[in-house]
């Protein structure tokens, strides 16, 4: 899913090109600045931050905490979103000082990811700067009219629903949709499925609509996957296909969209769909779902924030990717240090460093604690012994809501 990510956002750094007005000594910041931005701005696994914004801050605040002036713009738009006045205010002063905006007029005379996001700084009164929506609506334009797939998008979708001063115009939507569309744009490829599948703006063309969605939705783009699992559910423009239906639920619910998530479940408990193996997972006593680990290691709570990994090797480590300990084959669970914290015996049991049971992981996957109390359950008996020790020694938290 990373390499579908990096992907996407490359089509965004390629298509914006470079521009040469700022001063010679700035100028690589400048470029790195707006090649890191529009790397998240355009991963189709960060795409809705009404869901996952804890993800997308995370990635801007680590940019901007190395320095990026730019990134802090977005941490600003999505407080506002939020409405965290105190957070919005202090991100607010942070852009002021830093005088991003003069730093990206003085870069947007031919770099179209500077001309988006002088639309977003003027749509969104960011930077102290004052809300002017036609000029906003301009510096758009001109970052769509030079290629700029998340600035053709962005157009498109003002068009289809009319905001920001410009009226409802589909066939105009459809045309900026296309033209990012065909760079391999995955949010601009989603939203040409819809207009296809709506005949808004272009004659309807089913088969055309699931053609732009499986584009997007291969590259990660969850709205799409959701979409795709929705016709192979109905049989829209497609086979009907049950299991396909659940595989694309699933994709998405991996990434943590709700509407993923819900639909599958529902599928499940209506047909007996199995979910694909896609993931392990890990329940509580009341059968929620409190975290998953991936192919790959990659360990995340219920809110899709990846928390930590375990490696191939059996070493673990943190969200910030630091080594916080080791699972060795024998089970014995050592910390960063190398001493001893616990081991997970052959027949399930926990012991802690002092040999005192704590825990017992049941055949069944069920997981108990050292009062033979129910505590959770994973639904992958073959990784069982592996969550247990990395959530009983280094993601207790997991189980503390």
Known sequence: MKIFARAAALVCILAAGAANTAPAAEQADVNRWLEEWAEIRCNPALSDPLWIADAQKAQYAEAAENGNIVTPLMLERIAKNAKNSAEAEKWAATNRDSRVEAVLREQAADDARAQTLL????????????????????????????????????????????????????????????????????????????????????ARDEAQAVVWQRRAAEQGYVYAQA???????????????????AAWYAKAAEQGYPGGVSALAKLEEATGAARPKEYA?????????????????????????????????????????????????????????????????????????????????????????????????????????????????????????
């Open 119 to 202: 639309c977003d700084i003027l749509l969104g009164g960011l930077a102290g700067a004052d809300v002017d929506a036609a000029q906003a609506v301009e510096w758009l334009r001109r970052a769509a009219e030079q290629g700029f797939p998340l600035a053709q998008n962005s157009l498109g979708e003002m068009h289809q629903w009319g905001r920001n001063g410009l009226e409802r115009d589909p066939e105009q939507a459809v045309s900026w949709y296309r033209r990012a569309a065909e760079q391999g744009f995955p949010f601009a490829q989603s939203n040409l499925g819809v207009m296809y599948g709506a005949g808004r703006g272009v």
């Open 281 to 401: 997972s890990m329940r509580n006593a009341a059968n929620q779902e409190i975290g998953r680990i991936f192919p790959g290691g990659e360990v995340r709570n219920e809110r899709n924030q990846k928390i930590g990994v375990i490696m191939a090797d059996g070493e673990v480590r943190n969200g910030g990717n630091q080594t916080i300990g080791r699972i060795m084959p024998d089970g014995e669970v050592r910390n960063a240090n190398n001493q001893t914290m616990g081991r997970v015996m052959p027949d399930g049991e926990v012991r802690n460093a002092n040999n005192q049971r704590i825990g017992r992981v049941m055949p069944g996957g069920e997981v108990r604690n050292g009062n033979n109390s129910k505590i959770g359950q994973t639904r992958d008996i073959e990784t069982a012994k592996e969550w247990t020790a990395a959530f009983y020694f280094f993601f207790p938290e997991l189980f503390l809501h």
């Open 227 to 245: 979409a795709l699992g929705q016709r192979y559910l109905n049989g829209n423009g497609v086979e009907r296909d049950v299991a396909q239906a």
